[in-house]
């Protein structure tokens, strides 16, 4: 079970990534216009903090606090080094000796990722963009 969560960890980083790569830096500005919302920016912010914040968490045994590095998320550079840092990370982190805790920590990271997969899936139809082949393969946009 722990080998199938990290692969859909990776698989769901993989996935945001791949998006970013896709959109214009433009695009991380775009909000939902007429709705209330934040830009596009703002939940690839969210994104990074929560995979460093619940990644430190796993690492430490437990929760240590939300925390986020990227400073500049309208920057498509900054994002995409934000969220290959965190994919290595990711990769890096041996998830088969953890605690009963560490691995529902794990869960909430899967779920607030791919949470932000539907909100990014509103964001892009919204904003009449489009979306890579990844997305189109796995969500059928």
């Not at 990644?55 to 437990?62: D, F, K, S, V």
């Not at 920057?75 to 605690?99: G, H, M, N, P, W």
């Not at 919204?126 to 059928?140: K, V």
Request: glycine letters at 6%.
């Amino acid at each position: 079970m722990r080998r199938i969560l990290k692969a859909k960890l990776l698989r769901s980083f993989e996935l945001t990534r791949a998006l970013v790569v896709h959109l214009d830096e433009a695009a991380l500005g775009l909000d939902l216009r007429g709705l209330p919302s934040n830009r596009i920016a703002g939940q690839l912010w969210c994104v990074v903090g929560a995979r460093e914040s619940y990644l430190r968490a796993i690492e430490m045994g437990g929760w240590q606090g939300f925390a986020c590095s990227l400073t500049a998320p309208r920057e498509k550079s900054s994002v995409l080094s934000a969220l290959e840092a965190t994919q290595r990370q990711l990769a890096d982190l041996d998830l088969e000796d953890i605690s009963a805790a560490q691995l529902d920590l794990a869960f909430d990271l899967l779920e607030h990722e791919v949470q932000h997969h539907g909100q990014l899936i509103r964001f892009v139809y919204g904003n009449a963009l489009t979306f890579p082949e990844s997305w189109s393969q796995r969500y059928t946009v």
